[in-house]
């Protein structure tokens, strides 16, 4: 059984990834300073899986707890590292939190991997590394244009890290993962996404506004040029993200990886506007969703969605769910939370 050290593991697509790794067989270990979630999430996945997973409750930018664990993990597979800060407004206002925090605990696990000879190593990248994408669909050739934020410039600049260090360790395996709009909660409802922090994405504030947490959805604008004036972006149920990373693994361990570093875009491959996400999410739950339509905010692209035939075509990955079971999902996900804390 190969195990693997899941980095942000408490997290929200690291959560969901270690119960498709446990139901493809892998062991897993967690690593996660809790610093945007809880160990509660461990119950859920141990509801699902029928297994505990154990989490160093350590920060990855202190190098002697890192490399601790990593020596009582001497036979590690690979290591898939999600552990980052991720809230685009907050890098900009916090800069150097973000740099400290999402470069120096790659730097840390890296080279933890290569004192511990860990041969495989994937790496949460993101969409936004592309910028005001010049062509869409989005593939991964798609020239990277200036990062739109901190955070944006963190994902950048660590895959540029990574393939630095591939170069000075070319007996390292290395998958860089770009996702798209994750959204979505394991269909089980045992687990889905609790920040510690306030949500700010779009699945998590439609579910917000219709079970009443907020007053109602601000919808971003709706006079960009598209179909109904409202953004356009390419939402990935979590499952299929997840599902993803067991994929990219499997491809690493079988050493069917021909470069040091491959890039994966992670996407559904199809745009929906925000207008028509709120209409699937009413029409799915068959829920009142209070919105409204504000201003344009600052930063948004206009349109942005992958072409994800590289992921099929040497991963033999393909997403299987769509925007309704996003809806559905994440629904079911938040009605279990919101009951949970009325109950405490
Ligand atoms: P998340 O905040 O739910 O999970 C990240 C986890 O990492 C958290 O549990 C946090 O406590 C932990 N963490 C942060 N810094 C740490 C440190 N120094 N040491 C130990 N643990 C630390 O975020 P997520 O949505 O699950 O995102 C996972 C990864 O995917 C991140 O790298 C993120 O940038 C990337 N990503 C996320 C999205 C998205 O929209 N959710 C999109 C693209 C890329
Ligand atoms: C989606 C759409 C908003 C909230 C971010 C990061 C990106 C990646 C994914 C990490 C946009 C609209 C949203 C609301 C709205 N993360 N919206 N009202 O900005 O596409 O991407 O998460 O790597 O890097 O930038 O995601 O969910 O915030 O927004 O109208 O209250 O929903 O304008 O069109 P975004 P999002």
Redo the contacts with the bound molecule.
């Keep these: 059984m190969h195990k693997i050290l899941v980095?942000?593991g408490?997290?929200?697509?690291?959560s969901h990834t270690i119960v498709d790794l446990i139901d493809h067989g892998f062991e897993v270990i967690s690593?996660?300073?809790?610093?945007?979630?809880s160990e509660a999430v461990l119950d859920g996945i141990e509801a699902i899986t029928g297994r505990r997973v154990h989490n160093y409750a350590?920060?990855?930018?202190d190098l002697a707890a890192t490399e601790a664990m990593f020596k009582a993990h001497d036979d590690l597979a690979g290591v898939i590292h999600?552990?980052?800060?991720?809230h685009v407004g907050e890098s900009v206002e916090q800069p150097l939190r973000y740099f400290r925090?999402n470069l120096n605990?790659l730097i840390n696990v890296l080279d933890c991997m290569v004192r511990y000879d860990v041969p495989n190593f994937i790496f949460?990248s993101?969409c936004s590394v592309y910028g005001n994408a010049s062509e869409l669909p989005v593939t991964e050739k798609t020239p990277l244009e200036e990062a739109e934020s901190p955070y944006a410039r963190t994902k950048q600049m660590g895959e540029q890290m990574v393939h630095d260090f591939s170069h000075r360790h070319p007996g390292q395996n290395n998958i860089l993962l770009r996702?798209f709009?994750?959204a979505g909660a394991h269909e089980s409802a045992k687990i889905g996404e609790s920040?510690t922090t306030p949500a700010s994405?779009l699945v998590p504030v439609i579910t917000e506004a219709a079970i009443g947490k907020r007053k109602a959805l601000m919808v971003f604008g709706d006079d960009y040029n598209t179909r109904d004036g409202s953004c356009i972006r390419d939402y990935i149920h979590v499952m299929d993200l997840a599902n993803a990373h067991t994929k990219a693994l499997q491809h690493l361990i079988a050493g069917k990886q021909e470069a040091p570093v491959s890039v994966f875009n992670l996407g559904i491959g199809e745009g929906v506007t925000v207008l028509e996400a709120v209409n699937a999410f009413m029409k799915v739950t068959g829920e009142k969703l209070p919105y409204h339509i504000g201003p344009r905010r600052p930063g948004d692209v206009v349109a942005i969605y992958a072409n994800y035939k590289k992921a099929a075509d040497q991963l033999g990955w393909a997403p299987k769910r769509d925007v309704n079971d996003i809806m559905r999902t994440a629904w079911n996900w938040e009605k279990v939370r919101s009951q949970a804390k009325e109950e405490v």
Excluded: H, M, Q, V
């Excluded at 408490?10 to 690291?14: H, L, M, N, Q, T």
């Excluded at 999600?82 to 991720?86: D, E, G, I």
């Design positions: 980095t942000g408490c997290g929200y697509i690291g690593a996660d300073n809790l610093s945007n979630s350590i920060d990855l930018c999600f552990a980052a800060l991720k925090n605990s949460s993101s996702y709009n994750p920040p994405n």
